[in-house]
């Protein structure tokens, strides 16, 4: 037997890989697929095995009699706690300071607002809407509303519209729209 030259078959190769360069491809498309296969098939073996095992069995009757499940509230209840989460009518004004102050806090230029109180006699509950121009950059707008709104528990943004009078302009002016939620004192029921 004759040995092999190994500077002559690696010069075959690259004649052969020269002459017909699909055919290389091929051959080395074919061990990279095989190289994934098998790095994928020992992974969906494992998976395969987690899978087949049976599920946790629940836990004995005896120690579910420890939990204890509180019943859902009533309707009382539930009264009680909406009229819990309204804010105080005779601090309305407080809480229109408090948005100047937050607007201030944001850089936001407010000079004035629309006040508008108007009462449900059934529920006795009071909206008082407050309608304000503020002018500032987009984010301390967006910041200012969040903080409203966190400050605030009992107050919705009903609306938010944005306007720039000129491209330039390098702050826009936005219409916000609040309403507050309040109730006279306590409210029985």
């Known amino acids: 037997m004759k040995p092999v030259d190994l500077s002559a078959a690696l010069l075959r190769a690259r004649l052969l890989a020269m002459r017909a360069p699909m055919a290389c491809a091929a051959v080395v498309l074919c061990l990279l697929g095989a190289a994934g296969w098998s790095w994928v098939l020992p992974q969906r073996a494992a998976d395969l ?12 009757a005896g ?9 859902p509230p009533d309707s009382q209840q539930n009264l009680a706690q909406f009229y819990a989460a ?11 300071k408090m948005l100047f102050a937050l607007a201030a806090k944001n850089g936001l230029t407010l000079t004035s ?7 449900d006699a059934a529920s006795r509950v009071t909206s008082y809407q407050v ?6 950059p987009y984010n301390a707008i967006w910041q200012f509303c969040l903080q409203v709104l966190a400050a605030l528990p009992f107050a919705a943004l009903d609306d938010i519209s944005f306007k720039r009078e000129l491209i330039a302009e390098a702050a826009p002016e936005a219409r916000l729209s609040f309403t507050f939620y309040l109730k006279d004192g306590e409210v029985a029921r």
């Open 131 to 136: 309608v304000l121009p503020v002018k500032g």
């Open 86 to 96: 309204l804010g105080q009518r005779h601090y309305a004004e407080q809480e229109v």
């Open 113 to 119: 607002g629309e006040y508008k109180e108007s009462v």
């Open 49 to 60: 095995r987690l899978a087949s095992r049976p599920a946790p069995l629940p836990p004995v």
């Open 63 to 71: 120690t579910l009699a420890a939990v204890v499940v509180a019943p």
